[in-house]
């Protein structure tokens, strides 16, 4: 692979550093730009085009190729100002796929929520097996940072990635499908279409899918041909997963399923049931998914992962049997509320912290469906904490699963993650007066 004009990177995060590393150690004198919508532009070894001067730049044809940052949204209008100028546009991921693809067994995971678990999970169990695997993506490495380091490769896939990946994988698995990243797509519906263009294409590898997949028409369309499913795990292969998950950190019914599925696509990369085995009981939950703390008698569980209301019932129903507090509502995303706040009274919540924005909406619909649980509608997330204290002696736990994501008033959920669990022990530790 030789890039014969300059390359403009667009966004400047770890994907787009990774990128330059590349393009330095193909091509140490190649000339690269870089441009971000807001942030820094540090990436070494680059020049800034900033967000206003691009379009002339493209016009001018600077640069031959764009490589496009993860959470840069492929529908913004600049890319059709390039593709207009005949500058087409990639990404960390098909960069990878042009350099590495050849040779190796790709195994492709994406879905609404689950997909960072299940793609550990395979890992694991691969590794447990004595497979060559590695794990990239949006867990692990960056795609041009594992490189062709390993025979088997993990991908971990965003709907944002998923969206115009030009490779096809040996193995591809869907865990679920919910609206989400409404924001980035444009629409629901063209959101499901991106993140389905993983299954929805031409060469016949075999797909896995979630339970929570399986019975969606969408994703059954894309699929096209159930004979490309994956077979379902055996009973005794069944029955010695469930034991396993029953003795691991695994939980909630939502990880049981991820760990069926996991198993069922390591098994057809060349797992063994016994490295299944050991590789669930080697899984430590991830930071931000389920992540348990106890201060002053009070269990916190950080799951500011959460970013969809689905994902916010499945947190809840791991906690099955306490009395629970929640804090929910963030940015907007056009989230539905209604089923969730219906359902809060039945996992046994009794106290709900709401956030801006969609924390008013997420209020609205708990006070109709359920009026005796205490509802309190905060500024943010010390005030939300600070009232919760004050009505601690209604819940045993408090869970942190927003249902929405951070932006509006975090970098990104593992800061509000951080800061949950600091509050939570400045505020709730038993010397506190």
Not at 4 to 13: D, S, T
Not at 193 to 216: M, S, T, Y
Not at 376 to 396: I, K, P, T, V
Request: with cysteine.
């Amino acid at each position: 692979m030789r890039f014969e004009e300059p390359v403009l990177l667009y966004g400047a995060g770890r994907e787009a550093l990774s990128t330059r590393a590349f393009l330095k150690a193909r091509q140490p004198d190649l000339q690269v730009f870089v441009t971000v919508d807001s942030g820094a532009a540090d990436i070494p070894d680059t020049e800034v085009i900033t967000p206003d001067d691009l379009p002339e730049a493209i016009r001018a044809h600077r640069f031959g190729l764009i490589v496009k940052s993860p959470g840069v949204s492929r529908y913004k209008p600049i890319f059709d100002i390039a593709r207009d100028a005949g500058i087409p546009t990639s990404s960390n991921l098909n960069l990878w796929g042009s350099a590495y693809r050849h040779g190796r067994t790709v195994i492709a995971i994406t879905g609404t929520k689950g997909k960072s678990t299940t793609a550990t999970l395979v890992h694991l169990m691969l590794t447990r097996s004595g497979v060559d695997a590695g794990l990239a993506g949006n867990v692990g490495l960056a795609p041009l940072e594992i490189g062709d380091k390993h025979a088997v490769v993990i991908f971990e896939l965003s709907s944002y990635q998923t969206a115009d990946m030009s490779f096809l994988p040996d193995i591809a698995a869907v865990t679920n499908l919910y609206p989400e990243h409404v924001d980035w797509h444009g629409s629901v519906q063209r959101y499901y279409k991106d993140k389905l263009h993983l299954i929805d294409r031409d060469g016949g590898f075999p797909v896995a899918l979630g339970a929570a997949a399986e019975g969606n028409a969408l994703v059954a369309m894309a699929v096209r041909d159930h004979r490309r499913l994956i077979r379902d795990l055996a009973p005794d292969e069944l029955s010695a997963v469930d034991k396993a998950v029953t003795g691991s950190r695994l939980k909630g019914a939502h990880n049981l399923d991820n760990a069926h599925l996991a198993a069922r696509i390591a098994l057809a990369a060349g797992a063994r049931l016994d490295g299944i085995i050991r590789g669930i009981a080697a899984f430590v939950p991830l930071p931000h998914r389920l992540e348990e703390h106890r201060v002053g008698g009070t269990l916190f569980i950080n799951d500011s992962i959460s970013t969809t209301p689905e994902a916010t019932k499945a947190a809840l129903a791991a906690y099955r049997g306490y009395r629970l507090a929640l804090i929910g509502g963030g940015h907007e995303r056009a989230q539905d509320y209604t089923e969730l706040a219906g359902l809060l009274a039945g996992y046994g919540v009794t106290t709900l912290a709401c956030l801006p924005v969609t924390g008013a909406r997420l209020a609205a619909a708990t006070r109709a469906a359920a009026p005796h649980i205490t509802v309190l509608a905060e500024r943010d997330l010390e005030a939300a904490m600070q009232a919760l204290y004050r009505h601690r002696h209604q819940f045993d736990a408090l869970v942190l699963s927003p249902g929405a994501p951070s932006y509006n008033q975090f970098k990104n959920f593992e800061e509000r993650g951080r800061r949950f669990v600091a509050l939570a022990e400045a505020i709730f530790a038993p010397e506190r007066p």
